[in-house]
C-alpha cells in the first residue's frame, strides 16, 4: 500500500510593512492579515493562496 504525501504546504512570510515573520497555510480559505500591523499578506483564490508579501521559505 502506497502512502501518499500532501500536496498542501506551510508558507513563511515576511510582512512588506513591520517585518513580522508569520507562517500560513498554502491554500488558505479566508484573508490573512499580519497579527502585528493588520496589513493584508495573502488571500484565497479557490486553489492555492496569493501570496501579497515576500516568501520566506515553504515548509513541508
Do not use: H, Y
Not at 44 to 57: M, N, Q
Amino acid at each position: 500500500m502506497e502512502v501518499r504525501e500532501p500536496k498542501s504546504k506551510f508558507i513563511k512570510l515576511r510582512c512588506p510593512k513591520c517585518k513580522n515573520e508569520q507562517i500560513v497555510f498554502g491554500k488558505s480559505a479566508s484573508k490573512i492579515k499580519c497579527l502585528v500591523c493588520g496589513r493584508l499578506l495573502a488571500e484565497p483564490t479557490g486553489g492555492k493562496t496569493k501570496v501579497r508579501a515576500r516568501v520566506l521559505e515553504v515548509l513541508d
